[in-house]
């Protein structure tokens, strides 16, 4: 029996490039699901890093990012805590906002570069009477194709807060705090104060 063979058939098949959003990975870790890191602040030792030193920045279609933004969500001890960067060389413009507690960053770089860059982004807080609630710090950050998913998306840095009991403070002279204080005592003079003078009494009570 003789077949006979037919004409071919052609589908046309249109590939349609979409970019794909840069992954900010503050964790360290291996596993993609987990972008997201956890530090501890601890009261009155100034500044902490908000990611940890194996975070990784990828973007499977570019090869270089042009921005950074930061932001803090809350600073309940108000101006004495906030965001800041250590720019280590690399040529970044950046600026901090206190109003909105948001730290952008801008510099068309490698995703190196900006492994680097975020590797050195701090949270500080001078308050030595530290507000104990968590903060979060969100970074996302933005490759140069210009497109709608040119964003990566958020990785939160979330921040536990660990203040401390600060012992009390006597001062016994009126020239320094926790100063002390010496006189002299004739035998028989009665009743002396053991402060500088009446005056400074407040000033005791007020460090106790």
Do not use: K, W
Not at 151 to 157: E, I, M, Q, V, Y
């Amino acid at each position: 029996m003789l077949f006979r063979s037919g004409q071919p058939s052609i589908t046309s098949i249109t590939v349609s490039a979409v970019n794909d959003r840069p992954i900010i990975d503050l964790s360290g870790t291996s596993d993609p699901t987990t972008v997201d890191n956890e530090i501890e602040f601890f009261e009155e030792t100034g500044s902490v890093l908000i990611a940890d030193e194996q975070l990784s920045v990828t973007d499977v279609d570019d090869t270089n990012l042009i921005g950074c933004t930061a932001v803090l969500t809350t600073t309940p001890d108000g101006a004495n805590e906030g965001l800041e960067i250590n720019t280590i060389g690399i040529p970044i413009t950046y600026s901090y906002q206190t109003a909105t507690r948001t730290l952008d960053i801008s510099y068309t770089g490698s995703l190196q570069e900006y492994e680097t860059i975020l590797s050195n982004v701090y949270y500080y807080n001078n308050d030595a009477d530290l507000d104990d609630r968590d903060r979060e710090v969100t970074v996302v950050c933005r490759d140069e194709s210009g497109s709608a998913t040119e964003s990566s998306l958020p990785a939160t840095s979330v921040i536990r807060m660990n203040p401390f009991n600060d012992p009390p403070v006597i001062d016994l002279d009126s020239d320094t705090v926790g100063g002390n204080y010496s006189t002299s005592y004739t035998e028989g003079q009665g009743e002396m104060p053991i402060l500088r003078s009446e005056e400074h009494t407040s000033e005791l009570q007020s460090h106790v």
